[in-house]
């Protein structure tokens, strides 16, 4: 009795108070928010919070550190700086130099996103009690819902892009001594839980209508078809960035492809693939999935923030000549 009173009460906030969306959607703008707060801060003190990895180890960006694999703007440094001497960088040297955990462990949001993305499929199969509590908490507040056919393809690219990910985690990328502050990792792992919420939840309506696994072989909509082609090609590319950099020997500056153009390619891939499940998850009448885009603006931030500072490495290690005719992340725009 006392467990059903608490799934009740709870239903009821969700419902009257503040759908799982909005929840999912109040993250990623809090943490975008956190991240551009952490980009003000005094360079001393970002450097502590924002650069591990390669960078903290004197050598270029390796393969695959975006964020979403995402979040990776909140990491720290294992070195404090000698010139930093006020009491704040000295306070934030002491908060990153706690809880450090192998930079390694970002192989940890993918098999969250993996086994995410199969336990919601898994819920939907079985009519399970955890997505139809979440689907009746969120279904009174939406405006317009996702089809059936759109969550499940949704679903799908979601999780192919967590199994390939994983899979660039175990098998192209080289292994990594580095540290990395514990809250980039608690961030990253929230992240990939919200995100595989969003991908589904503005379907509430519809799954409600189904008690068991149904999907039509439909003519797909304008935002299906568009959104999965944008994603099989920033999925396709993303990946041949990511062996590239892998394969790069002694840490020299890419220069190849889209490398010629951007400083971190992958990075743009990145967002082009949530802005794809942005278009492919849109319910009627609207562009864009607003969950998904909130994520979207999360990846953004955080990946933009870091690809300036890649910029400005370059410069350092490579002479800004080297970069001069490059974009950061977006062409003609950053």
């Given amino acids: 009795m006392e467990q059903g009173a608490l799934l009740s009460s709870l239903e009821h906030f969700l419902t009257h108070k503040v759908s799982p969306a909005q929840l999912c959607q109040a993250f990623f703008v809090l943490a975008a928010a956190g991240v551009l707060a952490v980009a003000a801060t005094p360079k001393s003190a970002r450097r502590l919070m924002l650069e591990y990895g390669p960078r903290q180890q004197e050598k270029p960006p390796a393969a695959g550190e975006d964020a979403t694999s995402k979040a990776a703007t909140t990491t720290a440094s294992l070195n404090s700086h000698s010139s930093s001497s ?75 892009q967590g199994c390939r990910r ?45 008690g068991e696994l149904s999907f039509t072989f439909e003519q797909p909509s304008a935002n299906e078809f568009i959104g999965t082609l944008l994603f099989l090609g920033a999925w396709i590319m993303q990946y041949r960035c990511h062996k590239y950099l892998a394969g790069l020997k002694k840490y020299s500056l890419p220069e190849e492809g889209m490398f010629l153009y951007l400083i971190c390619p992958h990075y743009t891939c990145e967002c082009i ?62």
């Fill in 86 to 160: 006020s009491h704040f960088t000295k306070l934030v040297a002491w908060f990153t130099s706690v809880g450090k955990v192998p930079h390694s462990w970002f192989k940890h949001f993918y098999i969250l996103s993996v086994c995410s993305s199969l336990f919601w499929a898994a819920q939907y199969m079985s009519d399970g009690t955890i997505i139809r509590f979440m689907a009746r908490a969120q279904a009174k507040s939406l405006k317009g819902s996702m089809t059936t056919n759109q969550a499940l393809l949704t679903w799908l690219l979601m999780l192919m």
């Fill in 166 to 210: 994983l899979f660039e985690c175990l098998a192209i990328l080289r292994p990594s001594t580095s540290k990395m502050w514990i809250v980039h990792w608690v961030l990253g792992m929230a992240y990939y839980a919200c995100i595989n919420v969003s991908v589904w939840v503005e379907a509430s309506t519809s799954l409600l209508q189904t």
């Fill in 273 to 334: 693939l949530y802005l794809s499940l942005a278009i492919t998850a849109a319910p009627k009448g609207q562009l864009l999935n607003q969950t998904i885009t909130c994520g979207l603006v999360f990846v953004a931030t955080n990946l933009g923030v870091t690809a300036g500072d890649t910029r400005k490495w370059y410069a350092e290690k490579f002479g800004q000549n080297s970069i001069q005719q490059r974009w950061n992340m977006v062409p003609l725009v950053y």
